[in-house]
């Protein structure tokens, strides 16, 4: 049975920081890539991080500079260290496992930037 577990999120104020991380279980984490995507009340899922299997990274605009996605095969975990929080990052955030043929989600975690 294949698994991936959000955790990490929280209530942080504008400034503040959040490290999530999403831990896969039933699958050959390495094979895969990860997104992080976001949902914000209202709003559409939007991707905002992404890290291949070999490790090419991408990042939306809107959080490049502030967020760092990163994983460990060893351990079957990706991260997403999110710096400088605004208001505007308040959102369930997503992890997804994908390769050509499979992809998988996790629960969500709810990320809450406020003052």
């Known amino acids: 049975q294949v698994q991936l577990v959000e955790s990490g999120g929280g209530s942080v104020q504008p400034g503040g920081s959040l490290r999530l991380s999403c831990v896969a279980s039933?699958?050959?984490?390495?094979?895969?890539?990860v997104i992080w995507y976001r949902q914000a009340p209202g709003q559409q899922r939007e991707s905002v991080a992404s890290?291949?299997?070999?490790?090419?990274?991408k990042y939306a605009d809107s959080v490049r500079g502030r967020f760092t996605i990163s994983r460990d095969n060893a351990r079957s975990t990706a991260f997403l260290q999110m710096n400088d929080l605004q208001p505007e990052d308040t959102a369930v955030y997503y992890c997804?496992?994908?390769?050509?043929?499979?992809?998988?989600w996790g629960q969500g975690t709810q990320v809450t930037v406020s003052s």
């Open positions: 997804n496992c994908l390769d050509l043929s499979r992809s998988y």
């Open positions: 039933g699958i050959d984490f390495a094979r895969y890539a």
């Open positions: 890290i291949t299997t070999f490790g090419p990274i």
